[in-house]
């Protein structure tokens, strides 16, 4: 009896997926008929949200589909072989185009993170190693060789790539819930319905991607050739804003951050010397000149025979009174109208204003502004160390004469801010 139920039960499961497979509602469906003619190792879903998804990557408004296409086309050239050499099917790598748009900066909001959205807890479990300053689920490299481990072994457990695909967006636990609502279908037509909408876009969108991938060219859509620039690694003398860096060597921010995806802050700690920061190359040499710059000696606020060396325009130069000292040791400033008259509590010429830092600020932009160092700013802020973010408000002393035109800066674009601080 054993035996026969369980012979009904194989019948019945393969009996499900012929049905699934050749649906009359689809069997005149041009997108269908073509997936079913792809060299495909992952079984063949379609319904409703596939063909939408697909409709909606034929739009391929402001070329965002031929940029994807690209992109996975730059990723899977670099990377595909851990699938090769994982001993399974190198097609799985678009999933990342499916999961999170082939991007290494991806944040999902469940936790998931870097391009293939992977959980703490499964980067963990790989040793793929995460602290507040690194996330190794953003390095392209790493991060794709441990997916095409999970991938080995989620296909040990469900023995069906369509399944082991989406359990790896959903997780094992979620995947076999699912399976449960389903009364254990093994079907993953009827499984599907059962998963929660954020799941089911996990098949869903690798599909419609599959369907792209293949016939792009059917629809005059031409992949964009994606590239980064060849990079090299330098070392940081201490902890330093990757806007500094991009700034100071002429580049996009967002450049430098994708040369190094796993610094999720934007800063490079000197811890990362180990690993070494990426910087194109033809801007090597051009990072060496500039550290001292970038990593300027330490210089005491006390010291008044250094001058600041940035300023605004000429207009902005407040002139110091050169200071005497008399046998005693005591300051008196030239412009004194009598000497036998006690010296009395002087006003301050300077007030405090408010800076409001915004996207592409750096330290050294800001002082640069100000006519002011970096170690004035940190001091008047109580700062440790060299970071700052958006939004973050920052006190900043400046000329009372000067006010009005200091606070101007402050709703300034950046364009504007850096064509500022260029003039001499």
Not at 182 to 198: G, K, R
Request: glycine content about 4%; overall charge positive.
């Amino acid at each position: 009896m054993k035996r026969t139920a369980l012979l009904l039960m194989i019948l019945t499961w393969i009996a499900n997926l012929q049905a699934n497979t050749y649906d009359s509602t689809y069997i005149k469906d041009p997108y269908f008929q073509k997936l079913l003619k792809t060299n495909s190792q992952v079984p063949i879903f379609y319904n409703e949200q596939v063909r939408k998804q697909i409709g909606n990557y034929l739009k391929n408004l402001n070329n965002s589909t031929s940029i994807l296409i690209g992109k996975t086309q730059y990723y899977q050239q670099l990377y595909g072989a851990y699938f090769d050499q994982a001993g399974i099917p190198k097609q799985l790598f678009l999933a990342s185009a499916a999961f999170c748009n082939s991007d290494p900066l991806f944040v999902d909001p469940d936790g998931g993170s870097g391009m293939w959205s992977m959980s703490y807890a499964i980067a963990k479990k790989y040793k793929l190693n995460s602290n507040s300053y690194v996330d190794m689920r953003r390095n392209p490299d790493k991060s794709s060789k441990v997916a095409a481990n999970y991938f080995k072994d989620l296909q040990l457990i469900y023995q069906d790539w369509l399944k082991t695909l989406v359990a790896f967006k959903t997780g094992p636990i979620n995947m076999n819930m699912a399976i449960h609502r389903a009364n254990n279908n093994l079907d993953y037509a009827v499984v599907h319905n059962q998963l929660s909408p954020e799941y089911q876009n996990a098949a869903v969108n690798y599909m419609a991607f599959w369907y792209i991938w293949n016939f792009h060219s059917d629809h005059r859509i031409l992949p964009i050739k994606y590239r980064l620039p060849e990079t090299d690694t330098v070392h940081v003398e201490r902890e330093i804003g990757l806007n500094a860096i991009a700034f100071n060597l002429n580049l996009s921010e967002e450049l430098v951050q994708l040369c190094n995806p796993e610094l999720r802050l934007g800063i490079a700690p000197v811890s990362y010397n180990e690993t070494g920061l990426k910087l194109p190359k033809d801007k090597i040499i051009e990072y060496r000149n500039l550290r001292a710059v970038l990593f300027p000696a330490p210089v005491s606020t006390l010291d008044s025979s250094i001058s600041d060396s940035l300023i605004l325009d000429n207009s902005l130069i407040i002139p110091k009174p050169p200071v005497i000292k008399d046998s005693l040791n005591i300051e008196t400033r030239e412009d004194d109208d009598e000497e036998d008259k006690p010296n009395p509590v002087r006003e301050s010429k300077t007030t405090t204003i408010t800076y409001v830092v915004k996207k592409g600020d750096g330290l050294l932009l800001i002082a640069d502004l100000f006519d002011c160092r970096v170690s004035d700013i940190r001091k008047w802020n109580g700062m440790k160390r060299d970071h700052i973010f958006k939004g973050q408000k920052l006190k900043i002393k400046v000329p009372k004469s000067k006010v009005t035109q200091y606070k101007k800066i402050n709703s300034m674009t950046l364009a504007q801010k850096k064509k500022l601080a260029k003039r001499s």
